[in-house]
């Protein structure tokens, strides 16, 4: 059949081992590329005899649901993989398109163990992603949405950053977003996700990935996933993107506030106003303990802003209810400014980042203000003399301050 596009029966031989590895351990969850001279290492590293698969041999190691895989072997495997693949493809094609018939159970199987070794090599081969799709929305039971979740996570455990993986995922959550079973699977997307932006840095796609799952989270899961995310970010905070996560979930938490306020009054009034207030000052504590940090900046202006735009606007009565003060705010905001400008007499740049940061923070904040009280903290501003500051802190960029701070004077 397929195999007979690809002639070598070395790599032919190859591929049906690694077949078999997959489909005798479908628990598998980790699969890494290692160098021929490592595989005596592993092998000398079991603890008895009954630790040692059949399946390890100088091509193949797998132990505790781990694969390990020849760097030697990897080209031909791909080159069997993929022709084995598209010939069982165009096999599979061919029998759909028969009239009145369809491609038989085989024909999909072998699609399938094909595609899911030749992505184990080649995780953006976008046709093999496509086929699956196509035969999984053809059966469209359950567990076979659940493998396809199983394959992404094992292909994201070498290529984090795979967005055709991502891709997948998302696919696979949308396609069975009725079943009883959502929640639980999104619960165990929001751990994958902190376990991969654990040991991949800086990893956007999951992040983004994170962040649209909590259009699919229920209230109770997303103040959850607020509480529970703030541990993480207290510890990466050059990891602008958890922030980000962050602010998904606190609009997510808006919008529910403002297509249901009709239906909850003072109490969850006051939680939407804790939730806030919280994170402004959880956020203060950490730009004053992690100095120079723009991502902590950033997430502070987010939180103004949307303190100023609806919280201070009276929006639904929620300042009135608790006499919220525009003013104190203000002169909060320029008690913070005043304890992290100060430069002192060394080489350490961070302050210097610091006290840049929160000068553009509150020339930011004045052009966020209603105009009637934008006139006080000008007048605040300028017995600071914040254009005197940032020229000393940055000076390379005096004419810059000139034209924000000046016009402003």
């Not at 649901?65 to 693949?85: E, N, T, W």
């Not at 996570?153 to 696979?172: C, D, G």
């Not at 950033?298 to 003013?327: E, M, N, P, T």
Request: hydrophobic share 40%; aromatic share 12%.
């Amino acid at each position: 059949m397929s195999e007979n596009a690809y002639s070598d029966p070395k790599a032919l031989d190859l591929l049906n081992e690694l077949e078999h590895i997959l489909e005798s351990d479908p628990l598998i969850d980790e699969v890494g590329f290692v160098h021929p001279s490592q595989f005596s290492t592993l092998t000398d590293g079991s603890t008895s005899s009954q630790d040692i698969s059949e399946h390890e041999n100088t091509n193949f190691w797998i132990r505790d649901h781990k694969l390990g895989i020849s760097m030697q072997v990897l080209f031909p495997l791909y080159k069997s993989a993929k022709h084995a693949f598209m010939a069982a493809l165009r096999e599979y094609k061919t029998s759909e398109n028969l009239p009145g018939n369809s491609a038989d159970d085989s024909l999909e199987s072998e699609v399938m163990s094909h595609s899911k070794a030749l992505l184990m090599l080649s995780c953006d081969f976008g046709t093999a992603w496509n086929s699956r799709k196509f035969i999984v929305l053809k059966k469209h039971v359950l567990p076979m949405f659940i493998d396809e979740l199983l394959l992404s996570a094992l292909i994201l455990s070498y290529a984090p950053k795979s967005e055709r993986a991502w891709s997948h995922r998302r696919w696979v959550i949308h396609t069975i977003s009725g079943n009883s079973i959502l929640q639980q699977i999104i619960e165990g997307e929001s751990e994958l996700v902190e376990k991969i932006a654990e040991r991949s840095k800086m990893n956007y796609r999951a992040w983004n990935h994170r962040c649209w799952l909590v259009s699919y989270m229920t209230r109770e899961q997303v103040l959850h996933q607020l509480e529970k995310s703030r541990n993480w970010a207290s510890l990466h905070i050059a990891d602008s993107s958890c922030f980000h996560y962050r602010r998904r979930l606190m609009l997510r938490i808006f919008e529910d506030f403002c297509h249901t306020q009709a239906d909850h009054s003072s109490g969850y009034n006051f939680k939407i106003y804790n939730i806030w207030k919280d994170e402004l000052d959880w956020n203060e504590a950490i730009i004053k303990r992690y100095v120079g940090r723009e991502a902590l900046w950033l997430h502070r202006r987010f939180l103004s802003s949307y303190w100023i735009i609806h919280i201070a606007a009276d929006l639904h009565g929620v300042s009135y209810q608790f006499k919220f003060d525009f003013g104190s705010f203000i002169d909060h905001e320029l008690c913070l400014l005043d304890s992290c400008s100060t430069i002192p007499d060394d080489d350490f740049e961070d302050f210097l980042a610091q006290a840049i940061h929160s000068a553009t923070y509150l020339v930011w904040l004045t052009k966020q203000i209603p105009e009637p009280q934008r006139i006080d903290i000008q007048e605040k501003l300028r017995a600071r003399d914040l254009n005197r500051l940032l020229n000393t802190a940055c000076p390379e960029r005096s004419f810059l301050w000139d034209c924000l701070v000046g016009t402003e004077a």
